[in-house]
């Protein structure tokens, strides 16, 4: 299994609602993070699970909380947020810890987001 | 200085071609340096890793480094319109004082491959 399965592809929800996106990989990976990428822009980092372990986390608003069960699974619980959070999330994962230089990160297909 | 620099394009360039990407750092002590391409709408996929000085090829592909000069290319030979996305340059850049490292994503370039 070489794949990272994130579920759902597509979301949408009002600024009131809760609802998490869910990230997936059996490959044995230490390290797994989530971005956020905009039309026309880069991926931007999230957050960084190393070793099960928040390694990394870029100033994010406290709207978006994340959450690394065991070491396959990643989650990020949404609350609150607000329109201009629309955007494709990104789930990664590689095979080594953050303080490697070395990481090469695959990436799932994403989910979609859409706040109303 | 911006930590991975790209062209934004867009390139366009004529079906059999070749394509050339182009993109520079910042970080000296970078060691591993990658090139995703990235279909409208789709998550980015890799397409080469490169380690070290030199080229590397793969099929169509070939990955340029040159550390003096913090620098990393990618040529796509024959280009074909399914080649046709945005390719993303990133390198792996240690974080200040936190012991780790970050993949950072140049703006990404945009080809046309025109049939």
């Known amino acids: 299994d070489t794949e990272v399965t994130q579920t759902p592809k597509h979301l949408v929800m009002g600024m009131t609602n809760k609802k998490s996106l869910k990230c997936e990989q059996h490959?044995?990976?230490?390290?797994m993070y989530w971005y956020k990428q905009k039309a026309k822009k880069p991926p931007e980092l999230m957050f960084v699970?190393?070793?099960?372990?928040?390694?990394i986390n870029e100033s994010v608003p406290s709207r978006f909380s994340p959450e690394c069960p065991n070491s396959s699974l990643l989650n990020l619980h949404l609350h609150a947020l607000q329109p201009e959070d629309s955007a494709l999330y990104l789930c990664?994962?590689?095979?080594?810890?953050?303080?490697?230089?070395?990481?090469?990160?695959?990436f799932g297909a994403g989910s979609r987001l859409t706040v109303l | 200085q911006k930590e991975v620099e790209q062209n934004s394009g867009p390139l366009s360039v004529p079906e059999g071609a070749i394509a050339s990407l182009n993109c520079t750092y910042s970080?000296?002590?970078?060691?591993?340096f990658f090139w995703y391409r990235q279909y409208s709408g789709k998550s980015p996929e890799l397409i080469m890793s490169?380690?070290?000085?030199g080229d590397k090829e793969d099929g169509r592909f070939t990955a340029q480094l040159n550390k003096a000069s913090q620098y990393v290319s990618l040529l796509i030979r024959d280009s074909q319109p399914s080649d046709s996305a945005t390719y993303l340059c990133?390198?792996?850049?240690?974080?200040?004082?936190?012991?780790?490292?970050?993949?950072?994503f140049g703006k990404g370039t945009k080809l046309s491959v025109i049939p």
């Open positions: 990664a994962s590689s095979p080594f810890g953050a303080n490697s230089g070395a990481n090469v990160l695959t």
């Open positions: 490959m044995g990976h230490r390290a």
């Open positions: 699970y190393s070793y099960e372990k928040l390694s």
């Open positions: 970080d000296r002590v970078s060691q591993s």
């Open positions: 490169i380690y070290s000085n």
């Open positions: 990133a390198v792996n850049i240690a974080r200040k004082g936190a012991g780790s490292y970050q993949l950072t």
